[in-house]
């Protein structure tokens, strides 16, 4: 069996962004040269999420609203998370809320993806470094 394993870095300037991360992951993917087995894909960070969806921007503009009524950023003093003098309680929700990692398929080299399922990388708690895991084993 291989394995092969990859941190995907990102810098997101704004506090909240999705980003279409399907190249890097079939990029690595490529790397490895796996032709059967899984691809692991999950964040590092307990304030971001990998998950599979559509690659539609009313969509992503769906779930900034939506998980703004879950867990509004503001006022920050709602939540007892902050009383350790971080600002982010929300973004640990939004998190938990859109998942840590996804698992995909691999055959015949590819991503096993129905037709318009695509991985994002959510990020809740952005203007820092962080950064998304990738690993791949088969064979
Ligand atoms: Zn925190």
């Known amino acids: 069996m291989k394995s092969y394993r990859r941190e995907l870095w ?6 909240r962004a999705f980003i279409n991360i399907t190249p890097q992951v079939q ?4 790397e490895s040269g796996i032709r059967e087995g899984l691809v692991l894909c999950n964040a590092m960070h307990i304030t971001a999420s990998v998950f599979i969806n559509d690659d539609e921007s009313g ?5 900034e609203a939506w998980l703004e009524k879950l867990a509004p950023h503001e006022p920050v003093s709602q939540y007892r998370h902050n009383r350790t003098g971080e600002d982010n309680g929300d973004a640990h929700l939004k998190r938990q809320v859109m998942g840590r990692e996804v698992v995909a398929a691999v055959t015949a080299g590819k991503l096993d993806f129905g037709p ?5 990388y959510g990020e809740f708690d952005g203007g820092r470094r962080k950064r998304v895991l990738v690993k791949i084993i088969g064979e």
């Not at 990102?10 to 506090?15: A, D, E, K, L």
């Not at 969509?59 to 779930?63: E, G």
């Open 116 to 120: 318009w399922e695509q991985i994002f």
């Open 10 to 15: 990102f810098n997101v300037p704004t506090r």
């Open 27 to 30: 990029e690595c993917l490529r």
């Open 59 to 63: 969509l992503h503009h769906d779930y």
